[in-house]
């Protein structure tokens, strides 16, 4: 699976964790930044990863922050995205089998390394339910669509 990873300074090294560990298992990698633990904004890398997922480029995206909110917030600015702020497997997996989440976000100071290896791992792995589920997505669509009318 083509896989894109995005963090700000703050979740740099987790976001390295995470896209070793997914290498490992075969899946390709596209890191849209940022390169170091210097200071930057998150936005535009976030929302970079996030219009990779929407575009088809890639299959899913991962962001990585301090706490991984404003990572979710920037990604889901993106017409398409599904960004889910995820803090276990039990999230990861209803984010992915329920609402079709296309985007996974992580906080490096909520979230230590073991478990988000795991949380990319469920993420990656799970597939989306659909039946009841996709009306509830048709109205995020729907309301989506609204919002950028005029």
Avoid: W
């Avoid at 997914?22 to 219009?51: K, N």
């Avoid at 329920?98 to 993420?123: D, K, P, Q, Y």
Wanted: aromatic residues 6%; hydrophobic residues 40%.
């Amino acid at each position: 699976m083509k896989i894109a990873v995005a963090s700000d300074h703050a979740g740099f090294a987790l976001k390295q964790q995470v896209a070793d560990h997914l290498r490992g298992l075969d899946h390709e990698i596209v890191d849209l930044g940022t390169d170091s633990e210097e200071s930057v904004d998150y936005p535009p890398f976030c929302a970079a990863a996030a219009r990779a997922a929407v575009t088809g480029e890639v299959e899913l995206a991962f962001v990585f922050g301090g706490s991984g909110n404003g990572e979710q917030m920037a990604a889901n600015k993106v017409h398409g995205c599904r960004a889910a702020l995820c803090h276990d497997e039990f999230t990861a997996r209803m984010a992915r089998l329920h609402n079709n989440a296309n985007v996974c976000a992580m906080g490096s100071r909520v979230t230590g390394a073991g478990v988000a290896l795991e949380i990319a791992e469920t993420f990656v792995k799970t597939e989306y339910e659909g039946g009841r589920h996709q009306n509830r997505l048709d109205l995020l669509t729907k309301i989506e669509e609204e919002e950028t009318e005029g």
